[in-house]
């Protein structure tokens, strides 16, 4: 079945640090992928997405790239901030087996930054 | 758009009673998932529902657990009789139909089973 495996946390930064999360993932037929950022007491936000091979989602800085080839979608970000702590999931929808409905998560990487 | 709406926002419940949970999905959303979030077990997907037919509940921990769709603009996750352990922030998304445009998250009930 789908699956999706990120770097497990928590990863502590100092503020204008390189970020990086990495997450792969397993997925029959060709899947969209995401990455979701969850701020404390509040829901999942869609933070970007990429829907085929080689395609770069972006949003506040952020970046992550569709690595058909490694299975990877690595989220990245230059210089984080201290308003950047939140808690982070990748994702993938796939369209086999009739199950393009349905998200499957990597189980999150709290990001912790200091200033 | 109001965004998907959940409520409560914090539910605090004594063991054995009923708790009933209510999601509002965005307008012109066809597809609406209730998933359950704790420490222990991260996010898990409990049941799913596309043009207000469940499609998947094999994520139901128990019979304890049911929900409905009576329409498009409703739903309803309900726990009788509630457990301590079912204590946990359960949220509602939902979705136009195809996969690849994500899910819009509610902010949440966070429940309580004392």
């Known amino acids: 079945g789908d699956s999706v495996t990120q770097m497990e946390g928590p990863v502590t930064l100092s503020e204008e640090a390189f970020l990086t999360i990495n997450c792969t993932y397993t997925?029959?037929?060709?899947?969209?992928l995401f990455w979701y950022v969850q701020y404390p007491g509040e829901g999942l936000q869609l933070l970007l997405k990429?829907?085929?091979?080689?395609d770069k989602g972006s949003n506040k800085g952020f970046e992550a790239t569709y690595r058909k080839e490694t299975t990877s979608f690595h989220l990245e970000k230059g210089s984080v901030q201290v308003s950047d702590s939140a808690v982070y999931f990748c994702a993938l929808s796939s369209n086999s087996g009739g199950s393009n409905y349905k998200l499957t998560f990597g189980k999150g990487t709290l990001l912790t930054v200091n200033p | 758009d109001a965004g998907v709406i959940q409520s409560p926002r914090h539910e605090v419940t004594e063991m054995g009673q009923e708790v009933t949970l209510r999601c509002k999905p965005i307008?012109?959303?066809?597809?609406l998932f209730w998933y359950r979030q704790t420490m222990m077990r991260g996010l898990e997907l409990l049941i799913y529902f596309n043009n207000n037919v469940p499609i998947d509940d094999s994520g139901m921990p128990e019979d304890r657990f049911s929900a409905k769709m009576p329409n498009a603009s409703f739903s309803t996750l309900k726990i009788q009789p509630s457990e301590p352990r079912d204590s946990a922030v359960y949220f509602c998304?939902?979705?136009?139909?195809?996969?690849?445009?994500?899910?819009?998250f509610g902010s949440g009930t966070r429940l309580t089973v004392v």
């Open positions: 990429a829907t085929k091979a080689d």
């Open positions: 307008s012109g959303h066809n597809s």
């Open positions: 997925a029959t037929g060709y899947p969209s």
């Open positions: 998304a939902s979705s136009v139909e195809l996969g690849s445009y994500g899910y819009t």
